[in-house]
């Protein structure tokens, strides 16, 4: 079995929440190649810079928390556009607000500007961020 690794995907909270009534994970706009990183049993969590997309209140909380489930990403049609999903296991958790655990995060320490570590949409992280997320939003790994 490979190794997991741990994913951060940037989405306003509202889309987050659609994503978890849905039980899938959409990246970078729907886009398939973030998705094609992800792998089965690799942790993921949803960093929301805001609340609303595009323009409403600013949030900067991790939203959801879980780990992607088996299966390859496939296509969605929304409107009249083709969107990439990946199914994912969403765990209940609490938000957690972002700016308490900077200085925890190897993603953001040292960084001054810490929302560009969020910028791409998907951002890798260590296990280690994993696990101090996860304790914050459920309690655990």
Do not use: C
Request: proline content about 6%; charged content about 25%; aromatic content about 8%.
């Amino acid at each position: 079995m490979s190794e997991e690794n741990y994913w951060v995907v940037t989405a306003s909270a509202d889309h987050a929440l659609r994503g978890k009534a849905d039980g899938i994970v959409q990246a970078n706009h729907g886009k398939h190649a973030p998705l094609r990183l992800m792998k089965p049993g690799d942790g993921v969590v949803i960093y929301s810079p805001r609340s609303v997309f595009p323009d409403g209140p600013p949030l900067q909380a991790f939203t959801l928390i879980g780990r992607v489930a088996e299966g390859e990403p496939w296509q969605h049609e929304m409107g009249r556009t083709l969107m990439w999903r990946r199914k994912v296991i969403w765990q209940e958790g609490k938000i957690a607000l972002i700016r308490p655990l900077l200085g925890d995060l190897q993603v953001t320490r040292g960084l001054t500007s810490w929302g560009m570590a969020f910028r791409n949409g998907l951002t890798k992280l260590a296990r280690s961020d994993f696990a101090r997320i996860a304790r914050e939003m459920v309690g655990g790994t």
